[in-house]
């Protein structure tokens, strides 16, 4: 399935800040993914930046006077207003939020703001002591009432060579938010669905664990890939090094008894499981309260077995599980596909260098209750992931 951002149609408003550098780096991942850009500027905006590093970008006309006869984003900016798909203002100032909520339209990017019925997103980009001003704060608390969106600012270093808040969000951030807006009606909307990820950690005392080698890459790619798809995503994730998903109800755990109990609760109210975590399948019958000390050449942990989340939990929702295998792959994943009563396993052979653990790629086989086997060439983990979600789209027809 393609990016969420591909044909859509983006109007990207630059205002008058220091910020602009990373409104050029949003506008070439934009038109990088495949959406359409018309880029606005603000006459403050080009003492920043300069309108043909849009033009290079984007490869279309960038406006910066609303009587530029030359282009429909103009004169004719009503047109565009109703053919946008959202409108993003990024970085957003002071002055241009206050013109927003006052109702202005006295340049190119209000005036299109006030004639649109699309969405809009706007980041601010500030000095801290004008973002916690009353008057900024009111003109904020406007645009919400209206139903816009406002992402950050984050704290850190600001122009004035103070530290406050009032930096603009990062580009990757606020293409996911960008994402997140655009993905309300997508082939998975009203669809919630839990999502494990990473590997469980079971503590031996307080400094050392048992654990495995997973990433959660691939349980952080399916979270993205649902939620772009317009699903409520909740991701219950062992701790990865990877950041929290933007617009994904996250729930972090440590062991796999907290696992278990995480995602049974969250099943509880879901149309699907995705179970792609790597669980420990024992723990430490008892942990230790202060460090193990170095003593004799050899030391003996007595395990217990820990719940198996997936084949024990039961209701009305979709079951896929993963095997993660390292011989007999397909065999493996057929007895777990019975005795867990899924409706779909995913199969692979961790000891791939190209689709094992840590990798940004996976070659996977997809098996289902009818003998079915699908073998997928190698891509990378956000295809996969999608193609898992393709299997799991039709099979809601028959939940009750």
């Known amino acids: 399935m393609p990016d969420v951002l591909k ?48 033009r290079s970008l984007t490869h279309r006309y960038v406006v910066t006077d609303l009587f530029d006869t030359n282009s429909e984003l103009s004169i004719e900016h009503v047109a565009l207003a109703r053919r946008a798909d959202i409108l993003v203002v990024a970085p957003a100032t002071a002055n241009t939020i206050a013109k927003i909520a006052a109702g202005m339209a006295d ?6 703001i006030l004639a649109t019925e699309a969405p809009i997103l706007i980041a601010p980009a500030m000095d801290g002591h004008m973002f916690e001003n009353t008057a900024t704060k009111e003109n904020i608390a406007r645009l919400l009432s209206r139903g816009i969106t406002i992402v950050g600012p984050v704290k850190g270093p600001l122009a004035s060579g103070q530290t406050g ?38 503590p031996i005392d307080p400094v050392r664990v048992i654990t495995n080698r997973s990433s959660g890459k691939m349980g952080y790619a399916l979270a993205k890939a649902a939620r772009d798809r317009g699903a409520h995503v909740i991701l219950v994730t062992a701790p990865t090094a990877i950041s929290d998903l933007v617009g994904v109800e996250m729930v972090h755990v440590n062991t796999a008894l907290e696992m278990c109990n995480a995602v049974q609760q969250a099943a509880a109210s879901a ?24 003593g004799p050449k050899s030391l003996s942990i007595d395990l217990t077995r820990n719940p198996d989340i997936l084949g024990d939990i039961s209701g009305n929702f979709i079951k896929v599980g993963f095997a993660a295998e390292s011989d007999d792959i397909l065999e493996n994943a057929r007895k777990k596909l019975s005795a867990k009563n899924l409706d779909f396993i995913v199969a692979n052979d961790v000891t791939a260098l190209d689709s094992g653990f840590g990798t940004d790629t996976n070659r996977v086989v997809i098996l289902d209750r ?27 027809v028959g939940l009750k």
């Not at 340049?107 to 299109?112: E, K, Q, R, S």
């Not at 499981?273 to 202060?290: H, K, Q």
């Not at 003998?371 to 099979?395: M, T």
Request: aromatic residues 4%.
């Open 271 to 294: 149309q699907a499981l995705i179970m792609s975590a790597a669980v420990a399948d024992y723990r430490p019958t008892s942990s230790a309260t202060s460090k193990i000390k170095k």
């Open 107 to 112: 340049d190119p990017i209000t005036a299109t």
């Open 370 to 396: 009818e003998g079915n086997a699908d073998h997928l060439p190698l891509l990378s983990k956000q295809e996969v992931a999608h193609k898992i979600l393709d299997r799991v789209e039709p099979l809601f």
């Open 165 to 202: 808040l009032g930096r603009m969000i990062e580009v990757p951030l606020l293409m996911d938010h960008i994402r997140l807006i655009l993905s309300r009606n997508g082939d998975l909307s009203g669809q919630t669905i839990v999502v494990s990820a990473g590997g469980t950690e079971e």
């Open 7 to 54: 044909g859509k149609e983006i109007f990207l408003g630059v205002t008058g800040s220091i910020a602009c550098y990373k409104s050029a780096d949003l506008a070439s991942k934009l038109t990088q993914a495949g959406a359409i850009v018309e880029v606005a500027m603000t006459r403050s905006a080009t003492q920043f930046i300069a309108p043909l590093t849009f």
